[in-house]
DNA sequence: TCGGCGCATTGATGTGGATCAACCGGAGGT
DNA sequence: ACCTCCGGTTGATCCACATCAATGCGCCGA
């Protein structure tokens, strides 16, 4: 059987703590299972929880006072969520909820903050992970500010090419268009038109299915950033 | 004679940590001044220090790969930046630009993070600053994709006013108003017209000079989350 | 005092995306 | 087979904001 510490090992977030470590991080942890649709952790709320997310998906949204909500990312494994509230011990600012059925491993916030003052490769971790999770909120603002819908999916489309396909290349989409309408920033509808606009740029979409003909054509249009090189990030 | 050391102390980022540790922080910090415009920190470049801002302004924008710029936060004292680029070493996503005639403490990247491996305390109190930094962008975002200009501004003008102002206050705006545009995600022509706007909610104003005349007012329209109040954060 | 310069405001028009509404096509149930 | 439901698409219209252009106004130096 496997086991919670087996996982834990298994977990990028905690895979370069001792198993010394990895063991109490293991005692404060549970194994559970989420249905689809059902809510992890509430905005608003206190976060009892740092949850790693094993299997499925989840999404992340915030909602305004009017009742308004944008989504902020979807994960997926091997991803955690909620660290920053946890580590602030601030309530939390988004609403996790499960997108498909999950599975999850679920550390319980006390306990773990115990655990990062006492043991400084553990806060290095987690030093690391929140930083990274911070960039990525600064891109997302900056593509939220400065890149048209049609750019922001060719961006989301070429960040799914395994590297080394220059030219072309064929893969699905991990969840279904509504969501991803929502990860970008936009309507459903609007992100049918951003589909159909980049159909000029050699995108062929069946369903979930996605076939780019001219990867080179795409990033003309999308101009994705390139993380290989810092200079194109001027 | 006033010391960096003196000055460490009274950072907030380093106030809790013991005199031993915040004595090693300055024999790796250097006191610079940096002249209104001057870039402290380039996008793309790798950070070279963690900038602490004692005195003046100092804005972070980043540009996308076809030139434009977003904004993303205007700093005051006593604020840092770049921290999560030195702790992922990674190159910055921003880059950081004196606004004003500036001082600020510069501490040496690479001799933080070898301080941040060893020292717990240091590495706690970085992971708060980071995870506090990581809800502000999440806010940022949040406001961008469900707020108009003018609420926002709403947001910015109620945010200075400080507690226990419940129905007046008065006050000046910290920069001018192309910055402030900029800031709240606009050009400062639909700032402008967010003030026009905000006129018919009791907001005053001439030149830098604010006077909000009906604080509940202009609650109701711009609807500012509540911090003290997590039931309005759903 | 007068010109000029820069910031702020105001107006006219264009654009990206939201919203509202109708429609299409495949999967499941009967 | 048929109907129904639902995700996706398409079209029409609206709204917030950008952009372009003109004007107003305070400040400073000649």
New binding site residues.
């Given amino acids: 059987m496997v086991t919670a510490v087996d996982l834990i090992g298994t977990v990028p977030l905690f895979e370069r703590l001792d198993a010394s470590l990895r063991e109490r991080i293991e005692a404060i942890t549970e194994e559970i299972p989420a249905e689809a649709d059902q809510v992890l952790s509430h905005q608003g709320a206190m976060p009892q929880f740092l949850y790693i997310l094993l299997e499925g998906q989840v999404a992340l949204s915030s909602t305004a006072p009017d009742g308004t909500t944008a989504l902020v990312e979807v994960l997926h494994p091997i991803d955690h969520f909620v660290l920053a509230s946890v580590l602030t011990r601030l309530p939390t600012l988004m609403t996790a909820r499960a997108v498909t059925r999950c599975r999850l491993l679920a550390i319980h916030a006390g306990g773990l903050l115990d655990l990062v003052e006492a043991e400084a490769p553990l806060a290095n971790t987690l030093l690391r992970s929140v930083s990274s999770e911070f960039r990525t909120m600064v891109r997302q603002l900056r593509d939220l500010k400065l890149r048209?819908?049609?750019q922001r999916l060719g961006c989301y489309l070429l960040a799914r090419v395994k590297d080394g396909e220059a030219l072309k290349a064929e893969f699905r989409l991990p969840f279904?268009?509504?969501l991803l309408a929502a990860r970008l920033?936009?309507?459903?509808?609007?992100?049918?038109?951003a589909?159909?606009t980049l159909r000029g740029y050699g995108v062929e979409?069946h369903?979930?299915r996605v076939i780019l003909h001219d990867i080179p054509r795409l990033k003309a249009l999308a101009v994705p950033d390139d993380p290989s090189d810092p200079e194109t990030l001027l």
């Fill in positions: 048209t819908a049609a279904d268009k509504g920033g936009c309507r459903q509808e609007n992100l049918s038109r589909f159909a979409t369903g979930a």
